[in-house]
């Protein structure tokens, strides 16, 4: 199969370069600036499970993209949705899979929306991986995880196809028959984990030693009870793993939205917590602290945007 991976940042340059490296065949739809930093010192990937070089990755711009691929891996931002979609909609033909490694679930929507419901698959990720400064993909933790699948659970032959590309690459990909469920356990868990490390700006570790604990806990409950209302009840053991993982003595972890804060950029404040929060059954104001995650983000969107305004 024929891969588009839209975005060689963390996501898209991890599970690119091992599809690459398995001798899938994959292109990277980029800015310019990626693209150029690729063609002078290719994708890089530092890991645990295995470093990776590969020298001039193919990739394409979007004003140059006009071939039909057979699969198309949306590694974007959700505030950069829009504009991806417009930038990959000449790839996308009748037989197209669009499959987005996002978080929350309003980008399921957006992406049925304009390219048709028939397209679209769900995906989850479980790593935690950033872009350096240089342009190396860093993996930072043992989790390598991409679970994907039909939004209705079937085993479909082009998921099936999916998965047997998968199974040769060197990251755990699942097929999953409950990938609608399995959104709404990672959307609780970053939430939580976001929430409240954004909230405190501080890791897991230092909050449990604040005396923080209980309220992260308070925080899980709050989000798994919103995904109860929704019809997708946290399996147990799931929400076994976010309480346990959030409450772990001096454990270093902190989000991703916590390190983007920390330097100045932007933020999925409206689709992690927003979106969720606007879910609560009884109001947002049954959710106590997930509304105080949320007015602590919108006010930091709020100054960024005044600071910006006032440097032009």
Same mark, same amino acid.
């Given at each position: ?72 891996? /949306? ?132 909050? /449990? ?83 105080? /995650? ?19």
């Amino acid at each position: 199969m024929r891969y588009l991976i839209v975005g060689a940042g963390a996501l898209g340059g991890y599970y690119g370069g091992r599809l690459l490296e398995a001798g899938c065949d994959v292109t990277f739809l980029v800015r310019p600036n990626r693209a150029k930093a690729l063609a002078e010192t290719g994708l890089r990937v530092r890991s645990r499970f295995g470093d990776i070089d590969i020298p001039a990755p193919r990739c394409v711009l979007a004003d140059a993209l006009a071939a039909r691929y057979d699969v198309v891996v /949306v590694a974007a931002k959700a505030y950069d949705l829009t504009e991806a979609m417009h930038s990959f909609a000449p790839a996308v033909g009748e037989a197209t899979a669009v499959l987005p490694l996002m978080n929350g679930l309003s980008h399921i929507d957006a992406l049925k929306a304009h390219f048709g419901a028939h397209r679209v698959l769900g995906g989850v990720c479980l790593i935690s991986a950033a872009l350096d400064a240089d342009g190396t993909v860093r993996h930072f933790n043992d989790l390598h995880t991409l679970l994907f699948g039909e939004l209705d659970g079937s085993r479909s032959p082009r998921v099936q196809s999916i998965a047997a590309d998968f199974s040769k690459a060197n990251f755990d990909g699942r097929l999953s028959t409950q990938i609608v469920q399995d959104l709404w356990e990672k959307w609780l868990f970053i939430a939580a984990a976001a929430g409240m490390t954004c909230l405190m700006r501080a890791s897991i570790g230092d909050i /449990v030693a604040a005396g923080g604990a209980d309220l992260s806990l308070a925080l899980v409950d709050e989000c798994a009870t919103i995904a109860a209302a929704a019809g997708h009840a946290p399996a147990p053991a799931s929400v076994t793993r976010a309480r346990v993982a959030l409450t772990a003595a001096g454990s270093p972890i902190t989000a991703s939205m916590l390190k983007d804060i920390e330097r100045g950029a932007r933020i999925e404040a409206d689709h992690i917590i927003g979106d969720l929060l606007s879910r609560a059954p009884d109001g947002p104001a049954s959710k106590p602290l997930l509304r105080l /995650v949320y007015a602590h983000l919108k006010s930091y969107e709020a100054r960024r945007a005044r600071e910006q305004a006032a440097d032009l």
